[in-house]
């Protein structure tokens, strides 16, 4: 059983910046593909990006502004945010996918999800 524990989340200037942290548990984090995703108040839950064991893959809408990362020796994966907007608002998930150690965006293979962190953004 895979356990994923987010952090970084916050109250943050338009414009500002805040570095998201998972920190997973269990099972063999450097094989899983690792992807974060959000979800504001009545919207579906948003594919952001992944990253695989040496590749990544970003949403069009954060391209440019976020990036992501991973430590595979503290089984942590981390999101970077830039130029933060006020429409960035949400709740932020880390999710981990058992199956392949490539990065992808479909939501319904991710495995594994965090409890969540609130990220909001005043204009």
């Known amino acids: 059983q895979v356990q994923l524990v987010e952090s970084g989340g916050g109250l943050v200037q338009a414009g500002g910046s805040l570095r998201l942290s998972c920190a997973a548990s269990g099972g063999t984090f450097s094989s899983y593909a690792m992807g974060w995703f959000r979800q504001a108040p009545a919207k579906e839950r948003e594919f952001l990006a992944a990253i695989g064991w040496s590749s990544t893959y970003y949403a069009d809408s954060v391209k440019g502004r976020f990036t992501i990362s991973r430590d595979n020796a503290k089984n942590t994966v981390y999101l970077q945010m830039n130029s933060l907007k006020a429409e960035d608002t949400a709740v932020y998930y880390c999710?981990?996918?058992?199956?392949?150690?490539?990065?992808?965006?479909?939501?319904?293979?991710?495995?594994?999800w965090g409890q969540g962190t609130q990220v909001t953004v005043s204009s």
């Open positions: 999710a981990a996918d058992r199956n392949t150690a490539r990065p992808h965006s479909r939501i319904k293979e991710y495995d594994y």
